[in-house]
C-alpha cells in the first residue's frame, strides 16, 4: 500500500516522453533564463581553493602503518598505492597511487511532468576540482559520508527522494563504476526518479528539458561528470528486446565476447603504501611519478558559504594532460553502431569494462614506439572535421580530482569502410548499448560520457 499523500501515476518517463522532452528545446526555464541564473548561481557559489602542503591538511594526514593519506574519521577516502601486473597495454607492471573509496555514493536525477512534458531537476554545483567553478550536475551528488552528515554539515537537498522511493517512480537504477585507473572498486549508485508536483526547485536547481541538457552537453564544461553517467541510464532506446536486425553481431555474442575477455585478461593489483612505490616520489606538496607523467597528489584547502560545510582540506588528484576520449560510429546495414574496447584497469571490480574506441592522454605514450601507442590514436588525431559529430572539452569528477579533463569525441566512420578491430574491440548496435547500461560494471564511465553524447546527437 502506498503511503498518504505520496505520488501515483503510470511511468511517465517512457521512451515516447523522452523523445518529445529532447525534441522539446525550451521549457519551463528558457536558454537566457537558464544562463543568467547560472551566472548568479557561479557568483554565490564562488569557492577558493587553495594548494597547501600535506601536514596542512585539517583532519588528514600519512598513516604510520601504511603510510596512506587518510582522515581522521577514517571515513571520505583515502589514497593509497597497488601494484599492478597486467597483460593489457604496452606496459606489464607498474605502482601507482590511487583513491580508495569503498562507499556507495547517489547520483540521482529526478523527472517530471510540466505543462505535458518531461522535465529534469538539474542542481548548480561547485566543485574544488572543478576548472570553471559551477557545472551542472544531477539532482543529488553524495557520498554516504555527506549523505549521513558524517561532516557535521547540512542535510543533502532531496536525498530522500533516492533513498527510499516508491517502486512505481523508479526509472533507472543501477551501479556504476568510476574511473578504474585512478579509484579501487568506486561505485555508485545511478538513478532517475519520477516525482510527482509536489517537488519544487530550490535555489540553487532548475527544471529542464532533455533537449537542453542535451545542448548543454556540447558545451566546454558544462555539464558534469556525475549527470552524464545518469544521463547514460536513461531508457531511451528501450523498445522490448536486444536482438536488431543489421546488427554486426547478437547479444549472446557481445556477451560472450566480454565474459571471455574478462576470463582471459590477467590482471593482479596487491596493495602498497604510499611511501612504497616505485618511480614514485614524495615531498611535502606532492605525490608525483619521476618523470612527471599520469598525474599528481596535491593537498587543497577549500572555502565555500554554499556546500554543506563552509571549509574544509582534501586531497586531490591532478592530472598531467588533457585526456582524449573518442569513439568510432557507423552504420552497418542501417543500423546505427559504435566501436568499444575491452579495456582491462586495475581499479575494476571485474577486470575488464567497455571502453571508447580511444582513451588515453597521448603524453603518457609519446615515449613509447609506434606500435604501442593506442589502437586507433592516429586516426583519430588525423580525423576530418566533416567526420566529427561531437567535439567539447569536458570536466571528470571534480569532488575527487583538479582540473581533470579530457576532449569526447564521435567520429563517423564511412558506412562502407572496412575498420578491422581485433579481439578487444566490437562494434556494438545502439540497441545493444542501450542492453548493457541496464547492469552495472558493463561499460566505463568515459564511455557512457560518449554515448549520452551519442544520444544527443
Not at 616520489?281 to 560545510?309: K, P, W
Not at 559504435?338 to 603518457?364: I, K, S, Y
Not at 571534480?398 to 574491440?425: K, W
Request: with cysteine; glycine share 8%.
Amino acid at each position: 500500500m502506498r503511503k498518504p499523500g505520496t505520488y501515483s501515476s503510470p511511468h511517465s518517463a517512457t521512451s515516447s516522453c523522452l523523445a518529445a522532452s529532447a525534441a522539446a528545446g525550451e521549457g519551463v526555464m528558457s536558454d537566457a533564463e537558464f544562463h543568467t541564473w547560472r551566472e548568479e548561481r557561479q557568483t554565490e557559489q564562488a569557492q577558493q581553493v587553495t594548494q597547501v602542503p600535506f601536514e596542512e591538511l585539517n583532519g588528514w594526514g600519512f598513516d604510520s602503518r601504511t603510510g596512506n593519506l587518510t582522515h581522521r574519521s577514517g571515513r571520505f577516502f583515502s589514497v593509497g598505492g597497488i601494484a599492478v601486473r597486467s597483460d593489457f597495454g604496452p606496459v606489464s607492471e607498474w605502482t601507482q597511487p590511487i583513491i580508495h573509496q569503498p562507499e556507495i555514493g547517489v547520483l540521482g536525477i529526478a523527472v517530471k511532468k510540466i505543462d505535458g512534458v518531461l522535465h529534469l531537476l538539474m542542481q548548480a554545483k561547485s566543485e574544488p576540482g572543478n576548472v570553471n567553478g559551477v557545472q551542472l550536475s544531477p539532482t543529488v551528488q553524495a557520498t554516504k559520508s555527506n549523505y549521513t552528515r558524517v561532516h557535521g554539515g547540512s542535510a543533502v537537498p532531496y536525498i530522500d527522494l533516492f533513498r527510499n522511493p516508491e517502486p512505481h517512480s523508479v526509472v533507472a537504477d543501477v551501479l556504476q563504476s568510476e574511473q578504474g585507473s585512478w579509484f579501487l572498486h568506486k561505485r555508485n549508485r545511478n538513478m532517475v526518479v519520477e516525482v510527482g508536483p509536489e517537488v519544487e526547485a530550490a535555489e540553487d536547481f532548475c527544471w529542464l528539458t532533455l533537449g537542453q541538457v542535451n545542448t548543454l552537453l556540447s558545451q566546454d564544461d558544462m555539464v558534469n561528470m556525475d549527470a552524464r553517467t545518469v544521463l547514460s541510464c536513461l531508457p531511451e532506446w528501450r523498445d522490448g528486446g536486444t536482438e536488431q536486425p543489421g546488427a554486426a553481431h547478437t547479444g549472446t555474442e557481445i556477451r560472450s565476447w566480454l565474459t571471455r575477455r574478462r576470463a582471459e585478461h590477467e590482471v593482479t593489483v596487491e596493495p602498497l603504501g604510499l611511501s612504497e612505490l616505485k618511480d614514485w616520489y614524495q615531498s611535502g606538496t606532492t605525490v608525483s611519478h619521476r618523470d612527471g607523467l599520469f598525474f599528481d597528489v596535491i593537498g587543497a584547502d577549500i572555502r565555500s558559504h554554499r556546500r554543506e560545510v563552509p571549509a574544509w582540506s582534501q586531497p586531490l588528484l591532478r592530472p598531467c594532460g588533457l585526456g582524449v576520449a573518442a569513439l568510432m560510429v557507423r552504420r552497418i546495414d542501417g543500423v546505427p553502431h559504435a566501436l568499444f574496447n575491452a579495456r582491462a584497469e586495475p581499479g575494476f571490480l571485474d577486470v575488464v569494462e567497455l571502453g571508447p574506441t580511444v582513451q588515453c592522454t597521448p603524453e603518457n605514450y609519446a615515449h613509447l614506439p609506434a606500435e604501442d601507442q593506442p589502437r586507433f590514436l592516429s586516426q583519430v588525431l588525423a580525423r576530418r572535421p566533416e567526420h566529427t559529430l561531437f567535439d567539447s572539452t569536458l570536466s571528470e569528477e571534480g569532488g575527487r580530482f583538479q582540473h581533470a579533463r579530457s576532449r569526447y569525441l564521435l567520429i563517423e566512420a564511412e558506412d562502407d569502410a572496412d575498420v578491422p578491430t581485433g579481439d578487444d574491440f566490437r562494434w556494438l548496435s545502439a540497441r545493444q548499448v542501450e542492453e548493457l547500461l541496464r547492469y552495472g560494471h558493463q561499460m566505463n564511465v568515459q564511455a557512457r560520457t560518449l554515448v549520452a553524447a551519442w544520444r544527443s546527437l
